[in-house]
């Protein structure tokens, strides 16, 4: 059973560096096709891809947010983790993370974490 | 980067009516199209893959076709758990985009 919870702050000010780390179990991220991806949601909208990280390594992210973002792997942690600079009140937000197959879809989500930015 | 737009954006139905919900790509995305549910307060949960394909525990009342521009996902008959947002991804280069969402709720 594949299973993906999300944890950070809760709160962050304006221009801080948002760090997230998703813990997984069920699946290795050293798997062939395997990914694991960020996406948000600010309230009452819709959902926003940020970022996806391969299992060899490969790194993608969404052409508005590039400069700002980050994504990494732990392997042998089972976590990924994805850095978020010059945060703003409009990043707040729900994050997801999801796990990514050569379906090329999202199967499995965690339940999300939300973060306000806040002064 | 590829633009999804879905319509309508509500769909007004009662229990046991068809829905029809559109997505269409700002350029051809072949099958690599996915829909998904959303209930509030709650994640998204996977129901399309591959344009029509049915994600693991998905019933068959929930369909979808489509392919290049043009995608569409069918509830046969609308059960009270349908009544939710949908939304449709893409992926083209290795990049994701979601669509805006379309919220069916009961009439």
């Known amino acids: 059973q594949i299973t993906l919870k999300e944890s950070g702050p809760t709160l962050v000010k304006p221009t801080q560096t948002l760090t997230l780390t998703c813990t997984f179990s069920?699946?290795?991220?050293?798997?062939?096709?395997?990914?694991v991806g960020w996406i948000r949601q600010p309230p009452g909208k819709a959902l926003e891809w940020l970022a996806l990280i391969y299992w060899d390594d490969d790194k993608r992210y969404s052409p508005s947010l590039k400069s700002r973002l980050t994504i990494t792997k732990d392997t042998s942690k089972n976590q990924v983790v994805l850095t978020m600079t010059n945060m703003d009140p409009v990043d707040t937000a729900t994050y997801y993370c999801a796990h990514y197959t050569e379906t090329y879809s999202m199967d499995v989500w965690g339940q999300g974490t939300t973060v306000t930015v806040s002064s | 980067e590829i633009v999804l737009t879905q319509s309508p954006a509500t769909l007004s139905l009662s229990p046991g009516e068809r829905a029809t919900l559109s997505c269409r790509a700002s350029?051809?995305?072949?099958?690599?199209l996915a829909w998904y549910q959303q209930k509030p307060g709650q994640a998204p949960r996977l129901l399309i893959y591959?344009?029509?394909h049915r994600a693991t525990g998905i019933p068959a009342r929930f369909s979808g076709s489509g392919s290049g521009t043009d995608f569409t996902l069918t509830i046969s008959s609308l059960e009270p758990e349908d009544f939710a947002v949908y939304y449709c991804q893409q992926r083209n280069n290795w990049l994701f985009t979601f669509g805006p969402g379309t919220k069916v709720d009961i009439k």
């Open positions: 069920g699946f290795s991220l050293s798997t062939s096709g395997v990914g």
């Open positions: 350029q051809s995305v072949s099958s690599y």
């Open positions: 591959g344009a029509s």
